[in-house]
């Protein structure tokens, strides 16, 4: 921190009380709920000095580290080229400017993020680039202005040009105009194609203007000790008590909000918050919201919230919620369990004892003696009853008297309505009656049942339900004079853990974290719903004011307000489990009790508007209209947040086409699936605040091969192979028929042949017999001619017969006419015998073709004419001849022949 900070901080503890109470409300210094960042967060580093927000209600902030993003869920940091201290951003038409020392230029939107970065000082000349940028303001017609402490840069279109004012500080833009401080001048007002003019009178006496804020006709100017308003004719005082507060405070930021107010960031005490009348509303700082008094930078965003840059961190006030907080800052007064206006004064019971509001000394003072945990305030007409754990109070004149020592009282109930002075009270060891009438301080101890009681209710005109202080619940009937009990049922069902009794109406209600029961006819009935609102397990319901229609649910991170069956808001506030606290106050505000003090609300029913959920397809950008992944990209991450940037808030999502079920609630925006089937998906969202949901269709495409081009490929190569196949077969049959047709043919031929065979064999068996027949005739003739010769010979018979003997004999016509018969049953036999042995002669073909038809030497004879004997030397001669050996079979050879 610099040197003059730390006086000025100094400064701040030396201030007079006065500065330090102002905006004081009837209940202390009330301010809005606020939200703290801290470089551990974020990070970066400590100092922030620029902050703007897309329309999409992003965040960005320049920090000394970079450029700072933040969309309700993560932080991130985006660096500038050589990394400089970033002092300036602005969002203007889907661009993030930036500035730093020597660099300024912008980055592109990239789906919800952050794309490429576009230097646009690297396009001054380099005695131009030297400059530190401290401010960006865009105007309406387009124009972006760059300042730093000595040069204004102008960005028309893609044009760049810049000039030298003169020292000057930082600038206002309003509508197309641009209001430029000069120190020591005043107020130029200018816009990119118009020569600057002067406003007339608006030097605030040669001091430097460190703000401008507000219309073009009556801004308002800053100097460093107070605020002044320029109404055409001069600078005059806008507030003279703002005058006096802000004296000393050393002003850095001003700024006009949406609703007139007025936010004043000071170096010293931080951020002052005045309507537009002047008059202090509150003031935030160290101790009472913020991490830092030293405010560099301020913004009002998108919900009328006010977000602070300081020295160190980063701090949001919520001014956009209808609730003022009180913190005890270093006076701590403790967890609020009672409260109530009372004769003037506005009494706190908190679980350090009772403490009465001082509008003279602005804060709250414990009551003498009344010291520990309070549990009860009631007013009644005999001054404030106080239930505490140490026994009861009786509050009159600023005075606590004890009117009974019975520990623990817990809450009361009248007894008499008709203005009597008897009370019923539940407390430590069961029930009691207590007097404040002329015997105030009176007690009387209810026998029958010993017990801590912590809550109890009329049921009838002489019975109460009373719940357990930690388990259970009775029915309790009383005597006519409540001065004992006459009956006790245990209610045993439901099994009831620190119960918690509340009546709307006519109608009671017992809570738990486990669920909520109706008494009804005596017994305890499950609550489904409620007005038609559906209680959730840890939910609690509380009534509001009387005749108003009223009333609240309190969950473990919420409360929600009611009016009727209208629900009218959430606010994200904790109420202390187990004994959570609200009442009504006047002027139509409740108090709701803290774990630390309290808060005041006053029912608002305007709704302030809601964020837009942010949901993206990485890669894709948001709302694209069709998302088709590539199967070898079927990984896809989801981002998603709600800019709801004042409060934490929880997802949910599933992947219709993978799950069904919702995920459990998370903090987390992020969501990756990985390998996921081709098919139609929808990723949906939800959000636990304001029921928002989105949702993202994509669809995962096949693998190639499981395209339609695929798939008619296939279905092309099918055809094609199925007719090759038909093709194929069909040549196949063509073959086979072919063959079967060869076969058939050959079947044919080879029955013509066995037919023609058979033919050819009865032919040849024919001509074999005729053959047999005509060679046994011959042999028959030539045997028996030969036999009359010989008896012709012997007979003397004459010559002439026989010679007519020995011409029959004529073995040569016997063998042509062998031959003949021979040649057509074996007609190659002879060419074979000749072309096996040349050297055979007439005769051996003769004794061949005799053997072939395997006849017998003794039948051969009378063929050749000879003896048999000579048959048996021709047939040795012819073996000689043929070569054969004496065991080779000359007829079986002859055959084979």
């Not at 026994?391 to 009248?414: H, I």
């Not at 339609?708 to 086979?736: G, I, M, N, P």
Request: charged share 25%; hydrophobic share 40%; with cysteine.
């Amino acid at each position: 921190m610099q040197p003059w900070v730390l006086i000025l901080s100094l400064l701040a503890v030396c201030l007079p009380a006065g500065a330090q109470r102002a905006g004081v409300g009837a209940y202390g210094e009330l301010n809005p709920r606020t939200r703290s960042f801290t470089e551990a967060d974020y990070g970066a580093e400590n100092q922030n000095w620029d902050l703007t927000q897309s329309p999409e209600g992003v965040l960005y902030v320049a920090n000394s580290g970079g450029v700072l993003r933040f969309d309700g869920v993560s932080w991130s940091v985006h660096q500038l080229p050589a990394r400089p201290t970033v002092r300036a951003v602005a969002w203007a038409d889907d661009r993030l400017y930036v500035g730093g020392y020597g660099e300024f230029g912008y980055f592109r939107q990239r789906g919800g993020g952050l794309g490429d970065y576009v230097s646009l000082s690297a396009r001054l000349p380099a005695d131009e680039r030297g400059e530190e940028i401290w401010n960006i303001e865009p105007l309406a017609d387009g124009t972006v202005a760059f300042q730093s402490f000595a040069r204004l840069y102008w960005l028309v279109g893609d044009s760049l040009r810049s000039e030298q004012p003169g020292r000057i500080m930082f600038a206002h833009g309003v509508g197309k105009q641009l209001l430029l401080p000069v120190t020591g001048e005043g107020i130029l007002v200018q816009s990119a194609d118009t020569a600057p003019v002067l406003l007339p009178d608006s030097d605030p006496g040669g001091r430097a203007i460190v703000g401008v804020a507000g219309p073009a006709d009556r801004p308002l100017v800053a100097t460093e000790d107070r605020v002044y308003v320029y109404r055409g004719e001069g600078l005059e005082s806008w507030s003279p008590a703002a005058d006096r507060l802000l004296a000393g405070q050393q002003i850095n930021r001003l700024s006009v909000l949406r609703n007139g107010d007025v936010a004043v960031g000071t170096i010293v005490s931080g951020v002052y918050v005045f309507d537009a009348a002047g008059t202090l509303s509150y003031r935030v700082g160290f101790g009472n919201g913020l991490s830092n008094n030293t405010v560099l930078a301020l913004l009002e965003d998108r919900s009328g919230n006010l977000w602070t840059g300081l020295d160190r961190g980063l701090g949001l006030i919520v001014r956009s919620e209808p609730l003022r907080f009180y913190r005890s800052g270093d006076r701590p007064v403790g967890a609020a369990y009672a409260a109530v206006e009372h004769a003037g004064t506005f009494y706190l019971g908190t679980n350090q004892g009772l403490y009465r509001y001082d509008s003279v000394a602005v804060g709250f003072v414990l009551l003498a003696g009344t010291e520990g945990q309070v549990w009860e305030l009631r007013s009644t007409p005999y001054g404030l009853l106080c239930g505490h754990n140490n026994g009861t109070y009786l509050v009159r004149d600023g005075r606590a008297e004890k009117v009974s020592d019975r520990a623990g009282g817990w809450q009361t109930e009248r007894l008499d309505t008709d203005g009597g002075s008897r009370w019923l009270q539940a407390n430590y060891a069961g029930l009691s009656v207590l007097n404040l009438g002329a015997d105030a301080g009176a007690e009387q101890r209810v026998e029958g049942l010993l017990a801590p009681l912590r809550y109890l209710s009329r049921t009838g005109a002489r019975e109460v339900l009373a719940l357990h202080g930690a388990r259970g619940a009775y029915r309790i009937s009383l005597s006519d004079d409540w001065d004992r009990i006459t009956g006790v049922d245990t209610l045993r069902k439901p099994d009831l853990i620190r119960p918690l009794l509340a009546r709307f109406g006519d109608t009671l209600l017992v809570q738990t974290d486990e669920g909520i029961y109706a008494y009804r006819d005596r017994r305890l009935d499950s609550l489904t719903h409620f007005r038609g609102y559906r209680p959730r397990p840890a939910d609690y319901l509380l009534p509001g004011r009387a005749g108003s229609g009223e009333w609240f649910v309190v969950a473990p991170d919420r409360i929600a307000v009611y009016r009727g069956h209208q629900r009218l808001a959430a606010y994200p506030i904790r109420l202390r489990r187990g004994y959570p606290y609200l009442t009504a106050l006047a002027n139509g505000e409740y108090l709701l009790g803290l774990e630390d003090g309290f808060t005041v609300y006053r029912v608002d029913s305007t709704r302030p508007p809601r964020p837009e959920l942010l949901l993206e397809l990485k890669d894709h950008g948001a709302g694209a209209e069709e998302i088709r992944l590539p199967y070898l990209k079927n990984n896809p991450a989801f981002t998603f947040a709600l800019p709801a940037l004042d409060r934490n808030v929880r997802y949910r999502y599933r992947l219709i086409g993978l799950e069904e079920e919702w995920s459990e609630w998370s903090e987390r925006g992020e969501r990756e699936y990985t390998s996921l089937e081709e098919g139609n998906y929808r990723f949906v969202v939800q959000t636990d605040w304001y029921g928002l949901q989105e949702a993202v269709d994509f669809t995962v495409l096949p693998p190639w091969y499981r395209t339609v081009w695929a798939y008619l490929l296939y279905a092309l190569l099918s055809v094609a192979v199925c007719y090759a196949f038909y093709r194929e077969h069909h040549k196949q049959l063509q073959r086979q028929a072919r063959k079967l047709e060869t076969l058939r043919q050959r079947q044919l031929q080879r029955q013509r042949i066995e037919a023609r065979n058979e033919i050819l064999e009865t032919e040849n068996q024919r001509k074999s017999r005729e053959l047999a027949n005509t060679t046994l005739t011959l042999a028959k003739k030539n045997e028996m001619l030969l036999d009359l010769k010989e008896e012709f010979e012997r007979a003397a018979v004459p010559d002439r017969l026989l010679h007519l003997i020995d011409r029959n004999l004529d073995h040569e016509e016997d063998w042509a006419i062998f031959e003949v018969h021979f040649n057509e049953v074996h007609e190659e036999f002879f060419k074979r015998l000749r072309a096996a042995h040349d050297d055979i002669t007439a005769g051996d073909l003769r004794l061949a073709a005799y053997l072939r038809m395997d006849l017998s030497s003794k039948e051969i004879a009378p063929l050749l004419h000879i003896s048999v004997r000579g048959v048996e030397n021709k047939r040795y001669r012819l073996r000689k001849k043929m070569g054969l050996d004496s065991n080779a079979n000359l007829n079986m050879y002859l055959q084979q022949l």
